[in-house]
């Protein structure tokens, strides 16, 4: 019946996003080793947009900035990244 097939199917689906959580965990400890060569603020918003996946206005009220400062923050160490790997 369609209850029971909804009920497989969301089974399935959690099934699959823990597998892909797994997954995932590899490379989130590697952010996470990355981010200790950072500084505070720098390793912060990494860990909490790219590890704990938050959305830019909820980095932004962790660390008591704006998101336009957020962001920058961001955008100008994305910058010096893309510099080191050119050189």
């Not at 399935?12 to 965990?25: N, P």
């Amino acid at each position: 019946n369609l209850q029971e097939a909804i009920v497989v199917n969301l089974a399935d689906l959690r099934s699959e996003i823990e597998q892909e959580k797994a997954e995932l965990e590899p490379l989130q400890e590697e952010v996470r080793a990355w981010a200790k060569t950072l500084t505070c603020t720098e390793a912060r918003i990494i860990e909490l947009r790219y590890c704990d996946l938050m959305r830019w206005d909820d980095v932004a009220a962790s660390l008591a900035y704006s998101t336009r400062q957020t962001r920058r923050i961001h955008d100008d160490l994305i910058r010096k990244l893309d510099e080191n790997q050119g050189a």
